[in-house]
Structures are given as structure tokens and as C-alpha cells.
């Protein structure tokens, strides 16, 4: 028998997958194939000046297009030996924390949420669940507003750039954002009520998980260290021989570990940096497996809880947010122009995009221009562990409406 599902929409970004199952329900091959093909972004890139890199990659995603600006950003200024402020560091966290939180929300809530109640239409969606719709928009509003503020505007920030940022922020726009921040925890912890109640499938499998890893926070912004299982490597290391890139199988880079499926994003950091996670959101995401009377070995074998984790995040990087502007406030924040000189050189930035873990490296030459460069976004990460999962999980689902199935699949994926 064989199952196809062209078109997977209301998940960011498109797929397709098709599988060919026995009678016994054994998968005997299954592929998920994006619909878009490959955007090789790169390819834009080669010879470009280094200063145009970050608006272009940006293009990336319309979702989360910090990270990538970030990223860029962060790797040009290794290959450069660009050395930038505690100020610029706390901006850009800001910026990228408010980006997860944006990311989040929209994921959830109107991506994700009306799978479980086979709602099509978002205006349905916002009648059946109208206190938690506004929530969601009050959160994403205000996610809007750390980006516009700090980033120059909403979509595709234009203010970040090598050095610094070509204009800061005001305090008065940043003192107005901290005082809509208790508002927004409040409602945070509303949708992790929302998310609690979900009818998640009983799904159990052992998983790998990544993510940037620091012994002292929550990491996710431009961290040297990565975790996969309980192993630990240099983000350098990590990215130049432990991941395997596979451009064979079209349209889409694929990335394994030591030849292995892994997962990254909200669950994968949970796993990895749980601990550094604030009082209030330990104690939210230790109610949630109380009341489902799980163990934390069993939350993280079960990957449509990368859905809770994502709603953790939520409250997490709120507050997060909330710390790092009362420390911004402290700073006169003064306008940065660092001298940068150019020679061959190469620069790798590893963070936390709100799926999971991003890579940027760049070689540029003598004149400051892209001459090879390369991405690895969370996608290609995950693709291979979303493939594994389905044939975990299909065998579970094959007895459903080809509607139930479509539906149950997306909210995996």
C-alpha cells in the first residue's frame, strides 16, 4: 500500500511525504520531500561584499529572520576579528529572545493548535478559543515591538550589522516595552494552560537531541559548545567533522550525526539546558508532567511535547527579555564604530533559531568578499528525525481517515 500526502500546509515552511507500507504495517520506505526545492542561498552570497551578507540571508525566513541576520552577522565578525561591546551582545540577545518568542507563538497557536481540533479556518480558530487568541496576539504584539524597537522594523531588521547596529534603540521605547512585560507573562502562562490540556498521541521513542550547551544559563545566543545526547564538542568541531551533509537526496540539505537522525529546537533545549530554565517555567513544565504522570525520560521521548517545550520557551524568554532590558537600561548606549580590516580569513557562528540550532560559516578574501560560504539551518537537521518518527508513528495512524491522517502528521512535523 502506498501513502501520499502532496501538500502539508499551516506548518512554516511546505513538505510533502510518501510511504510504502506492507499489510503487516511495516514502513518500507518513506520519504518527506519539501515542495520549495533548494533555495541555495549560498549560492547568492558568493562574491558579495561582506555587509550585504546579512539582509540577504534574511530572506531565509519571513518567521525568523533575527537569527540569520545574527548569525551572519556574528561569523563575518570572527572572520574579521571584529570584537563588539557587552551593549551589542545585550541588544542582540534581546532581539533574538524577542524573535523566539514571535516564532512561538505563531507556531502554536495558529499553526498548530487547530490540527488538534481539525479547525481550517484561522477566524473559526478565533472564535472557538477567543481569551487565548488574544493572549497569543497581545504576546506576538509585543514580540513585534522588541523587534521594531531594537531592530529598526518588523520584518527583516535592518539596524544589526557587523560592529554593532547602525541605530539604537531609545530608552523610552525599551522602558515601554518592560512595562507590558508582566502583562505578557501572565498571558503566557494562560497558553501553557491552553497547551497543557492538548490530547498529545501517545508516541515513545528514543531520541538524540542538540543544542548550543553552556554550564552556567540557558543557552542560545552565539555559544562555543554543543550537546547531542550526553556528548559534547566544540561548536567547531561539531560542524566541521561530526555532522554529515547530504545534498544527494534533492531538494533539501539533510544532516545526520556520526550517521545519525537527531533532533533540535524548544524540546532538544529543554533536554540540553533544562535546569537554567527560571523558577516559574521549572515549575510549569514540572506540573505538566506531574498531571500527565510522566517521567522526564518519557517527556523527551515523546516529540509532539516539542509543542509544550515551545510554550515553555515562551514564558522563559519573556522573561528573559525582562532581565536583559533592565540590564540595557543601565548603559548610556553609546553609538560604535569599530575599524574593521580585511584579510583571507574564516568565521563559524553557531545560536538558537526558534527551531533549533543554526550554523553560518564564511570565507572571505583580501577585499572583504563571500568567496565559499555555508548554512545549516534546523531544517536540515531535523528532517532526518522527522522521517524516523513517521515511521514509528504511521504504523499508529494508518486505520484513521486519510483527513485524521493529514492532520496527525502535520502536527508531528
Not at 510504502?20 to 511495516?26: D, E, H, S
Not at 493572549?135 to 531594537?150: F, G, N
Not at 492538548?198 to 521513542?205: G, H
Request: glycine residues 6%; hydrophobic residues 40%.
Amino acid at each position: 500500500m502506498k501513502i501520499t500526502i502532496p501538500h502539508i500546509h499551516k506548518i512554516e515552511g511546505e513538505a510533502g511525504f510518501w510511504a510504502k507500507v506492507t499489510r503487516t504495517g511495516k514502513i518500507e520506505d518513506l520519504k518527506i520531500q519539501t515542495l520549495l526545492g533548494l533555495r541555495q542561498i549560498e549560492g547568492i552570497l558568493i562574491g558579495r561584499r561582506y555587509f550585504e551578507v546579512p539582509i540577504i540571508v534574511s530572506r531565509i525566513c519571513g518567521i525568523c529572520p533575527v537569527p540569520h541576520i545574527l548569525g551572519a552577522i556574528t561569523a563575518l565578525e570572527k572572520a574579521l576579528n571584529v570584537k563588539v561591546s557587552e551593549q551589542t551582545v545585550l541588544l542582540r540577545k534581546l532581539l533574538l529572545a524577542g524573535n523566539i518568542i514571535n516564532s512561538h507563538t505563531l507556531h502554536l497557536f495558529f499553526l498548530s493548535l487547530p490540527d488538534f481540533f481539525n479547525i481550517e479556518n484561522d477566524l473559526e480558530l478565533l472564535k472557538k478559543f477567543k481569551k487565548e487568541s488574544k493572549a497569543a496576539l497581545e504576546i506576538r504584539d509585543l514580540s513585534l515591538e522588541i523587534t521594531k524597537v531594537v531592530g529598526g522594523r518588523v520584518v527583516h531588521p535592518i539596524t544589526p550589522i557587523v560592529g554593532g547596529f547602525t541605530k539604537l534603540p531609545e530608552k523610552n521605547d525599551l522602558k515601554k516595552i518592560l512595562e507590558k512585560i508582566p502583562s505578557a507573562i501572565e498571558k503566557a502562562q494562560l497558553l501553557i494552560e491552553t497547551f497543557k490540556k492538548i490530547n498529545y498521541p501517545d508516541f515513545q521513542r528514543e531520541t538524540l537531541f542538540a543544542s548550543v550547551f553552556n554550564k552556567k544559563d540557558y543557552a542560545f545566543y552565539l555559544e562555543k559548545m554543543i550537546k547531542i545526547g550526553e556528548e559534547k564538542f566544540t561548536s567547531g568541531d561539531f560542524y566541521s567533522t561530526k555532522i554529515e551533509e547530504d545534498l544527494k537526496s534533492p531538494p533539501v540539505k539533510r544532516v545526520k550525526f556520526k550517521g545519525k537522525a537527531y533532533m533540535v529546537g524548544a524540546i532538544a533545549r529543554l533536554k540540553n539546558n533544562g535546569q537554567f530554565l527560571s523558577n516559574l517555567t521549572k515549575e510549569k513544565l514540572e506540573e505538566f508532567k506531574k498531571e500527565r504522570n510522566i517521567s522526564d525520560e518519557q517527556f523527551f521521548k515523546n516529540t509532539f511535547f516539542n509543542l509544550f517545550s515551545q510554550a515553555i520557551e515562551v514564558l522563559h524568554f519573556l522573561e528573559t527579555a525582562k532581565i536583559l532590558i533592565e540590564q540595557i537600561l543601565k548603559f548610556p548606549l553609546k553609538e560604535e564604530a569599530p575599524k574593521i580590516k580585511f584579510s583571507p580569513s574564516s568565521g563559524l557562528a553557531v545560536l538558537e533559531a526558534p527551531r533549533g540550532t543554526l550554523f553560518h560559516y564564511y570565507e572571505i578574501d583580501k577585499e572583504g568578499r563571500i568567496f565559499r560560504c555555508n548554512i545549516v539551518t534546523p531544517t536540515a537537521q531535523f528532517l532526518n528525525n522527522i522521517e524516523e518518527d513517521l515511521k514509528f508513528f504511521l504504523p499508529q495512524i494508518l486505520k484513521l481517515k486519510k483527513k485524521e491522517q493529514i492532520r496527525k502528521i502535520r502536527s508531528l512535523i
